[in-house]
Structure formats: C-alpha cells, structure tokens
C-alpha cells in the first residue's frame, strides 16, 4: 500500500508527478503556510508530509499530536527554522530539506541585490517608469563602483563561499567573513572575530546565515553604526536574522548608503517604512525562483522521502 503524503504547496508538475509514482499523493490548493489546524491535520492523517516555508511546525504543533501517523517532513527548501527540528525528533518524526540544490541560484539573487543597490537599479528603474527623467548628465544617480571594493559575508557555508567566489573571481573584490569554524577556500579571505569589527572594513556586508533562534537579530544597530556611511547591506538569509527596526533607521538617516533583501523579518508583511525608501531594493524572495532550482529542490525532497520508507538513510537528513 502507498504511503500518504501531503504536498502543502503547489510544486512544478515534474516533482508531483514523480511523487505521485511512489506515493499517495494529497496536493493542497490553498496558497501561504498551513493553518493551525492543516498543521495537526497534516501530522494525524499522513504518513508524511512535504512541507515548504511558512509551514510552521512548532513544539506545541508536535505537542497536540501526541501519536502522529507522520513519520517525515520532507522539507522543501534548505532552510528549516519553521520546523522545530528538536520537538519532531521528540516525536519520533524525521526531517530533511534540500542543501545544494539552492546554493547558486541564491548566491545569484545576492550578485543580484548588490549590483541592484550599489548601483541604485531599482531606484533608476522607478525613475524611468515614472515619466519623471529628463535625460542622462554627468552627475546623475552617482551609485557605488563594486570592482575592486571590499565584501564581506556573514556565514562562510555553502552559499556564502558561492557569493564571495563570484564577488573575488568575477569582480576583484577583497573578501572579509565571520564563521563559527574556520573555513579552508579557494580564494583569499580574512576571517573577522565579529560582525561589528566585520562591518566596519567592507564597502558590501552580505548576510547568509541560517535562520532560527540562534541567529535571530544576529544584525542589530551595533552592526549598521559600525558600517561605513557610503556601505551597502544585503540580506538573502532569513528575515529575522535582521533587526528590521533597525535597519529601517539605518537606511533613513543616512548611516549605510543602501540596501538590497530578498527576505523579510515579517514576511510576506514589508513595512511601510521599508516600502517608502528609495535607498532600498526589495525582491519577493526571488532567492531560488527558477523552474530548473525549483524542480532540484522537489525531487530531492521526493527523493529524501524514498530513502526514507525503503528503510534507507534519508540523503539529507538533518
């Protein structure tokens, strides 16, 4: 007999199709996260479940479902702060997600946010649609020469290393970073004891950190007072890692010149604060946005999935 599984989001038809030959598959329509009680549902009547972020799988959600049919979460996505990877485990549930699959497109998005607010894209963008511009002069929206300049990243993983080797090889740029290890790399990079001491040597300051508990507010204004006035900051992690509040005033009086995020403390809620700044890019967490990423990260959870009820180790168990 199939084993039942929930799909909470819609998918590319290649990853429900694959799953649909080795499951019993239940696809929800809805759009957003799983209800409080889709949530309970999910762990009563499935044997597993494919969730994706917004999915939040809390301690108390694993608590009112003392005996769950589930046996997996099969996360979609690299990321996993929304499930309570501790609490599943207490409830003899297994979780995986989908490293590697996300690295490059990610570290695009990053290449992306840095052009976009160095060079003040956005800005000029809403200039021209606007029917407001009155032709090019020799001062016009003077932004940020990125070659040469000097990058740092906070988190040196896997899609860190993937946004410093573009920035160094592509762009000669010198790179910075703050890691809980030491890293061995294929470019030169001077590892900082602190964000702050970090902060206050680069001209770009990129965050790709997991999210969670532990790196929640990890930026805060000690980091913004730290960067260099004429310094642009980019955030593709998570959006609590952020003191939004604090970013918000950074950007109003001028103490970093811009910013680029594709993640938001709140999401999907931007804060009218955030929305009115021209010094700001804000992307709808375009982070992994291809059909050939997305595809990756769904067979990979099928596959983690797979693994799992052949009686294997799931490949990307956490």
């Known amino acids: 007999m199939l084993k039942r599984v929930l799909i909470t989001q819609r998918l590319p ?138 990058l740092g990243i906070v988190g040196m993983g896997r899609i860190g290393q993937a946004i410093a080797r573009r920035c160094h090889f592509g762009f000669g740029m010198s790179i910075g970073f703050v890691n809980r290890s030491a890293r061995t790399l294929e470019f030169p990079a001077t590892r900082f004891n602190t964000i702050q001491d970090l902060a206050a040597e680069v001209d770009i300051l990129v965050i790709a950190t997991p999210g969670g508990d532990e790196t929640r507010h990890l930026v805060d204004a000690s980091v913004f007072a730290a960067m260099k006035p004429t310094a642009h900051f980019v955030n593709i992690s998570r959006g609590e890692v952020v003191d939004e509040a604090a970013l918000v005033l950074a950007l109003e009086n001028g103490a970093i010149a811009g910013a680029g995020l594709d993640v938001y403390e709140h999401e999907p809620h931007v804060p009218d604060a955030l929305r009115a700044l021209d010094n700001v890019t804000l992307l709808p967490h375009l982070g992994t946005a291809t059909l050939e990423v997305r595809e990756n990260m769904g067979m990979m959870a099928v596959d983690n999935l797979q693994a799992f009820f052949d009686g294997k180790p799931p490949p990307n168990r956490l």
């Open 13 to 150: 038809e290649r990853v429900i199709d694959a799953a649909r030959d080795r499951f019993d598959v239940t696809t929800r329509a809805a759009q957003g996260g799983l209800s409080a009680d889709e949530l309970r549902w999910a762990l009563r009547d499935f044997d597993a479940v494919l969730p994706t972020l917004g999915d939040m799988f809390t301690a108390e959600v694993f608590d009112d479902v003392p005996k769950p049919r589930a046996r997996m979460l099969a996360n979609f996505g690299v990321g996993y702060n929304h499930i309570d990877v501790a609490a599943a485990g207490r409830a003899g549930i297994v979780v995986s997600n989908t490293p590697g699959a996300v690295t490059d497109a990610t570290a695009d998005i990053a290449m992306t946010l840095i052009l976009m607010s160095c060079r003040r894209a956005a800005e000029g963008e809403r200039l021209v649609r606007s029917g407001r511009w009155q032709g090019w002069t020799p001062v016009q929206m003077l932004g940020l020469h990125v070659t040469g300049r000097t």
